[in-house]
């Protein structure tokens, strides 16, 4: 897997945007940008994930910039509950070969009142 | 969407037993399951690879006969940890490959906290 780099921690005000950067300058052309997050003592929670183009879902929205070496993760409206870590993780899509998942150290965002 | 259960949810035991944890896929069929380990304030680490009906590949570092998994069904994958020691004392988490879910093909179970007294 192409490795990606996060902050360790970031925090939010609640109700306010969180932008949270990911940078994977070595990707390569077939694999996808996939964000999970992990709340305290509960398994990863898939966000989204994207090729190329920016992505939004009910959760989040994914950034991808033209080159693809960096992209943003973006909760639109932050809530205490998304107090979490966010991991950036680059690998094949659902059906490639490459298909392990594998965690960095991920960004630790907190929410506050 | 795809639920996978995991259990249980946590459990103590006394070195030198075994405990075995179970990984279900609930309204799919997974042949690939993944089986996770993650020390407090550490990221996950992936311990092994599980396909139905063949043998599990491990991850370097990690010890075959005494992580012993067990993927005999579709549905079902299990996870012993064999003679545990308190160094053995983790968050257990698995995970199951779905090519047709939208979650990125992946969803994972709830963990387990395994306490080796």
């Known amino acids: 897997d192409a490795k990606t780099t996060q902050p360790p921690s970031m925090d939010c005000a609640e109700g306010r945007a969180a932008n949270l950067p990911c940078n994977h300058s070595?990707?390569?052309?077939?694999?996808?940008v996939y964000w999970y997050r992990q709340i305290h003592s509960q398994g990863p929670q898939y966000i989204i994930h994207?090729?190329?183009n920016n992505e939004t879902n009910e959760m989040a929205s994914l950034i991808i910039t033209e080159d693809r070496k960096s992209s943003t993760l973006i909760l639109p409206h932050a809530t205490l509950r998304d107090t979490a870590v966010y991991y950036c993780?680059?690998?094949?899509?659902?059906?490639?070969?490459?298909?392990?998942?594998?965690f960095g150290k991920g960004t630790l965002l907190t929410v506050n009142p | 969407g795809a639920v996978v259960s995991q259990h249980p949810s946590w459990v103590i035991c006394k070195s030198g037993t075994s405990v075995k944890i179970e990984c279900r896929s609930l309204?799919?069929?997974?042949?690939?399951m993944f089986w996770y380990r993650q020390f407090p304030k550490q990221s996950l680490m992936l311990m092994a690879t599980s396909n139905e009906g063949s043998k599990a590949t491990y991850e370097q570092g990690v010890e075959k006969d005494k992580f012993l998994i067990n993927h005999a069904s579709l549905t079902l994958s299990t996870l012993t940890v064999t003679s545990a020691h308190p160094e053995d004392s983790s968050f257990y988490i698995c995970?199951?490959?779905?090519?047709?879910?939208?979650?990125?093909?992946?969803?994972f179970g709830s963990g387990t906290r395994l306490t080796v007294v």
């Open positions: 070595t990707i390569s052309g077939n694999e996808y």
């Open positions: 995970s199951a490959r779905d090519v047709l879910t939208g979650t990125g093909g992946y969803t």
């Open positions: 994207g090729l190329k």
């Open positions: 309204d799919f069929q997974a042949t690939t």
């Open positions: 993780i680059v690998r094949d899509g659902p059906g490639g070969s490459n298909y392990k998942l594998t």
